[in-house]
């Protein structure tokens, strides 16, 4: 089992940034990729980020690209994403995600790999 705790969400306005962190806890963490989603009201959760065990990979969705930054912090069994130059289209709940057994060592992009999933946090920007 995996448990996971965001943090750092709240109401910026356009152009502004914010940092998101995720706590894990329950698996030795530097054994698994790690991911961060969003969901906005009305739609689906879509994959923002992705970061591999040692965080030497990385993938990001297009639209955020050049934008936002995942990293890890394996001794503090943290993952973090960065987002700059945020934009209103970026609001939603954020979640982080720990991956199945199975997809732990690749850089998983796809919700159904995904098997434990944070509460979520707020992201907010306003125009």
């Known amino acids: 089992q995996v448990q996971l705790v965001e943090s750092g969400g709240g109401l910026v306005q356009a152009g502004g940034s914010l940092r998101l962190s995720c706590a894990a806890s329950?698996?030795?963490?530097?054994?698994?990729?790690m991911g961060w989603f969003r969901q906005a009201p009305g739609k689906e959760r879509e994959f923002v980020a992705a970061?591999?065990?040692?965080?030497?990979?990385?993938y990001y969705a297009d639209s955020v690209k050049g934008r936002f930054t995942i990293s890890r912090d394996n001794a503090k069994n943290t993952v973090y994403l960065q987002m700059n130059s945020l934009k209103p289209e970026d609001t939603a709940v954020y979640y982080c995600?720990?991956?199945?057994?199975?997809?732990?060592?690749?850089?998983?992009?796809?919700?159904?790999?995904?098997?434990?999933w944070g509460q979520g946090t707020q992201v907010t920007v306003s125009s």
């Open positions: 970061i591999n065990w040692s965080g030497g990979s990385t």
């Open positions: 995600a720990a991956p199945s057994p199975a997809e732990a060592m690749g850089v998983p992009r796809v919700l159904y790999e995904y098997d434990y």
């Open positions: 329950g698996r030795t963490f530097s054994d698994y990729a």
